[in-house]
T-cell receptor
Framework: DVKVTQSSRYLVKRTGEKVFLECVQDMDHENMFWYRQDPGLGLRLIYFSYDVKMKEKGDIPEGYSVSREKKERFSLILESASTNQTSMYLC????????????FGSGTRLTVV | SQKIEQNSEALNIQEGKTATLTCNYTNYSPAYLQWYRQDPGRGPVFLLLIRENEKEKRKERLKVTFDTTLKQSLFHITASQPADSATYLCAPLSQTGANNLFFGTGTRLTVIP
């Protein structure tokens, strides 16, 4: 019954590495989102996409990029990982037209050392 | 700019009582508002959506109200159970995107047996 799958549960990377976080949804949703969640700051939107090959910056896009080559897959890329990108990363999807709730993945706990 | 305040970081109540969580938003008028539950180390799970023209929405033991004059939503859990212990997030529609949510930092509810 899993609907949004994030490729890794835990990840440890070194400073300066290029990091790929993958997210796949099987609900044929148009919208996909990447958030990071930090204690006391809540969920902050990094990037989102309303359609294939389309992307929009969220509130904190610096240091990140995204790719959406297929409808079901939305990848988050850390071009050169830094310690301040240590966080919980959450992917979500939602239907395009209806104001439905978001379906979140289980999250990826990324540690940059 | 938009701002969300959830009444407290933590709330403890006795099993069987009604838990009431508060969400206040300022500087804008969202067309709808959603509530999510989040367990430690997991992604949020969608619970309820309420539109600006709806005063109240119910789902089993959950009830949400939306007062656009007070700019406030209340989230009630009746006959609370220890299994209801979790963090609850308020998420009004963001003013910056057509289908983006703006998440509060959440209230951690503990139901004491």
């Amino acid at each position: 019954d899993v609907k949004v799958t994030q490729s890794s549960r835990y990840l440890v990377k070194r400073t300066g590495e290029k990091v790929f976080l993958e997210c796949v949804q099987d609900m044929d949703h148009e919208n996909m989102f990447w958030y990071r969640q930090d204690p006391g700051l809540g969920l902050r939107l990094i990037y989102f996409s309303y359609d294939v090959k389309m992307k929009e910056k969220g509130d904190i896009p610096e240091g990140y990029s995204v790719s959406r080559e297929k409808k079901e897959r939305f990848s988050l890329i850390l071009e050169s990982a830094s310690t301040n990108q240590t966080s919980m990363y959450l992917c979500a999807s939602s239907p395009g037209r209806d104001w439905g709730g978001y379906t979140f993945g289980s999250g990826t706990r990324l540690t940059v050392v | 700019s938009q701002k969300i305040e959830q009444n407290s970081e933590a709330l403890n109540i006795q099993e069987g009582k009604t838990a009431t969580l508060t969400c206040n938003y300022t500087n804008y008028s969202p067309a709808y508002l959603q509530w999510y539950r989040q367990d430690p180390g997991r992604g949020p799970v969608f619970l309820l959506l309420i539109r600006e023209n709806e005063k109240e929405k119910r789902k089993e033991r959950l009830k949400v109200t939306f007062d656009t004059t007070l700019k406030q939503s209340l989230f009630h859990i009746t006959a609370s159970q220890p299994a209801d212990s979790a963090t609850y997030l308020c998420a009004p529609l963001s003013q910056t995107g057509a289908n983006n949510l703006f998440f509060g930092t959440g209230t951690r509810l503990t139901v004491i047996p």
